[in-house]
Structure formats: C-alpha cells, structure tokens
C-alpha cells in the first residue's frame, strides 16, 4: 500500500460510459483528485458508498476536486449502477487490476472502501480508511477543508525553490531527532565551515559549528541501514520532482546531516553560498527537509536576492534550491530547529 507522500501512479481506466479517464489530464492537474477504492465482494457496487459521496459532490466543487471511484467490475455494471443512483462523479471499470496493484489495494480482500487524496502535483496526501461509508465521505471532506481551501495570492518575488510537502512522515521526523541526540564523537569546526572529522571518523559524528558560518551542531549521518531509507525517500519522493521542475536530476551525494540551531546558544546560519570554493564547486543542489516545525520560534530559511520572504515550512516539507543561491537562516528564538540536509552532485 502506498503511502502519504508517494508519487500518485497515474490511473488509466474506462469508465461508466466505456470513454478513458486520465488521473494526469490537464484538465485535473493542478487541482486535488479523490480515489475511492470502492469492495465489490459480492458483485455489486456499495450503493451507501456510493451515496454518501453523491451526497457530497457539491461541496467536492468548492476544492475543485475530482472523484474517480474505482471497481474491478465491469463496464456495464459500472454503467447500470451510475444510472441507478443518478452519480455526478465517474465510475471507473479496473478489469485488469492495474489501478488496483498500482495503489497496493488488494482487491480479493477489500472488505472496506479506502480513499486515496492525491495532491494538485499528483503526489498522495492522505490514505483513509473508515468503518462506515458516511464517516468515511465525512473524514474526505474534512481533509480537502484542511489541505486544499482555495486560496488565491499574489505573488510579486519568488525564489527559484521547490518546496515537496510529505517528504518524511512525523514518525520519520522523530526518529532522525533521536537520532541527533545519540552519543556521538564530536569535532569542532575551525573555520565554520569545515571539519575533519569528515575525513577521520567512519561512523556518525558530530560537528559544532561557530564564526563566520553561524551557530549549529550538525549529526553526519554513516549509519548504513539510515542513508539507505534516506536515499530510499529521496528517489522514490524527491528526485522524480526535481527533473520536472528543474528537467535535471543528481547521481551522488554527500553525507546526510541533521543539523540543530538553539535558542539557547545562539543558533543561526549567516548568509552563504554552499558552492563558492574549489572544494565544494561540485555541488548542485542543496535539500533541508524541516523536522519539527512548531516546537521553535525564529529560524526561518531565506533567500534575500529574491526578497524579504521567510519560508517557514511544516515539519516533512522538503526544500530544494540550487547550491549557487544566497540563503541563511534566521536566529532561532525559542527552542531547538532540527532540520535534515543534504548536498547534492553529478547528473545523469
């Protein structure tokens, strides 16, 4: 089963009328898509399921979302049904299983509806399950109120970033924190910048920043069994995002960090650049994904050649800039920031 996070498999289906239904038209992008995986154990389709989001179709509007509901039936049960219950939203026939498998619902032991949220960029938001169909058509409804009430904004200055939303999940978070708090041998960084503990220590270890570069202690990450889930997140949520958005991608990179900023010593990263030198032109892109968003005051990332904005992400989001962009971080005022970061090289 997938999970919140993942890229959205792209749905291919005929639906009630025999006609083909895209989940990636241009049409539906940008926009949230409900998937409802609707259990067919004796043949029929779940009328009060069905009805309950019927109920509902309205207010699917104010969100400009879409419903595809999903069976293994055929077309022209799907039809007889549609027709039946007067449905305002497409049934989709998955006579070959291939939506089914995409997703990792198994439809032999679907005793219960599940409800996918896809997001505007055709990632998974939500994965719902619920043991009755009106609770279930209600916990969709509040979910697109929470994530997707239209908003619309103005935007005079942007940097050039990517922001991917559910890149780790809040157990993740938690986890990489713990980490951080493990005994680990620490170096000091002479200069701010630098360390040599990168080229002694075979393990994890620890690096206190202080100067020029700013105030932080950074965990690098070795453990082999942590970079390969890191890595694992990164290709499967990250890497396919920035070929579309950049039409680029990375082949290597360096050690994943998870950095902490204090209140209580003055934790900030002065304005910089992370490819200045001979020793770090390499790198390409810079990913920090934010690990606690909400436990910390101040500590906000910003690019000032693009404006004054402060980009204050919830805890999983993931921001990916180019390493040639100036970019600091706000003094944190309260609390502890965590964050996870990553420089990132070569190409295809």
Not at 171 to 187: E, F, Q, S, Y
Request: proline share 6%; with cysteine.
């Amino acid at each position: 089963m997938l999970e919140a996070g993942d890229p959205a498999p792209r749905v291919v289906a005929l639906d009630q009328d025999g006609q083909p239904a895209f989940s990636h038209a241009d049409v539906l992008a940008g926009k949230p898509l409900v998937l409802l995986f609707c259990p067919t154990p004796d043949g029929t389709l779940p009328a009060p399921l069905l009805v309950a989001f019927r109920e509902r179709h309205a207010a699917l509007a104010e969100f400009q979302a879409t419903l595809f509901a999903v069976s293994r039936l055929p077309v022209e049960a799907s039809q007889a049904a549609h027709r039946a219950l007067q449905l305002p939203f497409q049934l989709l026939a998955d006579a070959t299983g291939a939506v089914f498998n995409g997703y990792g619902v198994d439809a032999a032991k679907a005793d219960a509806a599940i409800a996918l949220i896809i997001d505007p960029d055709h990632r998974i938001a939500r994965v719902m399950r619920e043991d009755s169909p009106e609770r279930l058509a209600g916990a969709v409804m509040d979910c697109l109120r929470r994530l997707f009430t239209p908003r619309q904004e103005r935007v005079a200055a942007q940097a050039p970033v990517l922001l991917l939303p559910r890149v780790l999940g809040e157990a993740d978070c938690a986890r990489l924190i713990d980490l951080w708090h493990r005994p680990a041998n620490v170096w000091k960084s002479a200069d701010g910048f630098t360390s040599g503990g990168h080229r002694v220590e075979k393990g994890d270890f620890k690096v206190d920043h202080a100067g020029a570069y700013g105030q932080m202690t950074e965990y690098v990450v070795r453990e082999a069994a942590v970079q390969s889930f890191l890595d694992l997140r990164f290709n499967r949520r990250v890497a396919p995002e920035m070929r579309k958005a950049f039409q680029t991608s990375v082949s290597q990179r360096e050690d994943y960090r998870i950095v902490r900023y204090d209140a209580a010593t003055g934790g900030v990263l002065r304005p910089h650049r992370d490819n200045p030198t001979k020793e770090t032109a390499h790198r390409r892109f810079t990913m920090t994904i934010n690990l606690n968003a909400g436990d910390y005051e101040g500590g906000a990332l910003r690019f000032r050649e693009y404006g004054d904005h402060f980009y204050e992400v919830e805890r999983g989001t993931a921001v990916v800039w180019s390493a040639a962009l100036l970019h600091e971080v706000t003094p944190v005022t309260r609390g502890a920031r965590f964050v996870l970061g990553v420089h990132m090289h070569g190409g295809p």
